[in-house]
Nanobody, 124 residues
Framework: QVQLVESGGGLVQAGGSLRLSCAAS????????MGWFRRAPGKEREFVAT????????YYADSVKGRFTISRDNAKNTVYLQLNSLKPEDTAVYYC?????????????????WGQGTQVTVSS
């Protein structure tokens, strides 16, 4: 099992930036693909981005492509999500997740371990 703790959320104006971090502990982080998901008020949780265990392969939801960047530092057991050009519709609780595979996935069901989430609020 992997324990995940997100941080870095907050209140930002439209057009601004935030950097989310997700610190992992437990089994070997470098073997886990990681993902970021979000849940907006009144909506279901949705995929945002995923990164392979090596960090070489990444994939993004169309709604964030070109604005968000996922990365990882296996030496620090941490995955990041850089959020740029934020829009009010990006307001959500952001969750990181780990899966017991080296390949990323867009499906929630592919991930075994989840963090508690961090709130991102974008004002217009």
């Amino acid at each position: 099992q992997v324990q995940l703790v997100e941080s870095g959320g907050g209140l930002v104006q439209a057009g601004g930036s935030l950097r989310l971090s997700c610190a992992a502990s437990g089994r070997t982080f470098s073997r886990n693909a990681m993902g970021w998901f979000r849940r907006a008020p009144g909506k279901e949780r949705e995929f945002v981005a995923t990164i392979s265990s090596s960090g070489i392969n990444t994939y993004y939801a169309d709604s964030v492509k070109g604005r968000f960047t996922i990365s990882r530092d296996n030496a620090k057991n941490t995955v990041y999500l850089q959020l740029n050009s934020l829009k009010p519709e990006d307001t959500a609780v952001y969750y990181c997740a780990a899966r017991g595979s080296s390949n990323g996935s867009t499906s929630e069901r592919a991930y075994e371990d989840w963090g508690q989430g961090t709130q991102v609020t974008v004002s217009s």
